[in-house]
């Protein structure tokens, strides 16, 4: 069995958002994500494989495939065994409350990924992302989530609207806060984070209760700024060890 034209036409499409929306559908690649999806309560469509990929898959669901045609449908330079397209579920109900963090324009789909398994080694259960932040389905999200993806609630709103409205603390980091090595952090809140350029905007900084910062300990105090994953990472290791 191969892929077909329509086939093709559909795996292509799904690179760009609208069509994601407007199908319903993800794309997902590779042994270790593709499993991570499948065991998870996300439901597959459809399965393209090589022969020696093992899954407790329907058959139905499954179009075997050559090396050579996984290669013209991955985007990966290494494809390996998998590519899956799955439904896109519907968002849960938001809870206000516990840790966590909202997004404040993301455009980067590396730091998104990274930030959603860092919600998840850290046991942040939901992700607040404002919606100008990169489509969490976007191919390489889903490839820098490592199947995180599967156990962090996303959902995209008015970010602030919710701010606006949220009963929790609320945070940002902000290189003028409050040093958070010596911060006192609850265990409930929400931690802000901005953009890769330009950090979190104006008017969202307006809404927020509290700055806190991470100090930087070179000997040249040269460096401008971290990553918003890296300093996402280190935020969160201190609001747990609080």
């Not at 390996?80 to 849960?92: Q, T």
């Not at 806060?177 to 953009?195: A, F, I």
């Not at 509290?210 to 930087?216: D, G, H, L, M, T």
């Amino acid at each position: 069995m191969s892929i077909s034209k329509n086939q093709l036409k559909l795996i292509t499409s799904l690179s760009q958002k609208k069509y994601r929306q407007k199908h319903n559908l993800f794309i997902a690649e590779g042994i270790k994500v593709v499993n991570e999806l499948i065991n998870s309560s996300f439901e597959v469509a459809t399965l393209f494989c090589t022969e020696d990929f093992n899954t407790i898959v329907s058959k139905d669901l499954i179009t075997l495939i050559s090396e050579t045609e996984l290669k013209k449908i991955s985007t990966l330079k290494s494809p390996n065994k998998v590519l899956g397209l799955f439904k896109i579920p519907e968002e849960k109900p938001l809870k206000n409350s516990e840790l966590i963090i909202a997004l404040d324009a993301i455009n980067d789909p590396g730091n998104l990924g990274t930030i959603i398994r860092l919600c998840d080694w850290f046991g942040v259960s939901q992700l607040i992302c404002s919606k100008d932040t990169v489509d969490c389905y976007n191919q390489k999200v889903v490839q820098a989530s490592m199947g995180s993806l599967t156990r962090i609630s996303i959902h995209y709103t008015d970010l602030k609207n919710y701010l606006s409205k949220t009963t929790l603390s609320t945070f940002i980091a902000d290189m003028d806060g409050e040093n958070v090595y010596k911060t006192t952090l609850p265990k409930e809140g929400v931690l802000v984070m901005g953009n890769e350029a330009n950090g979190v905007s104006d008017e969202i900084k307006a809404l927020i209760q509290n700055k806190i910062s991470i100090p930087r300990f070179g000997e040249t105090q040269e460096t401008e700024s971290l990553n918003v994953a890296t300093a996402t990472a280190i935020l969160l290791s201190e609001f747990k060890r609080s």
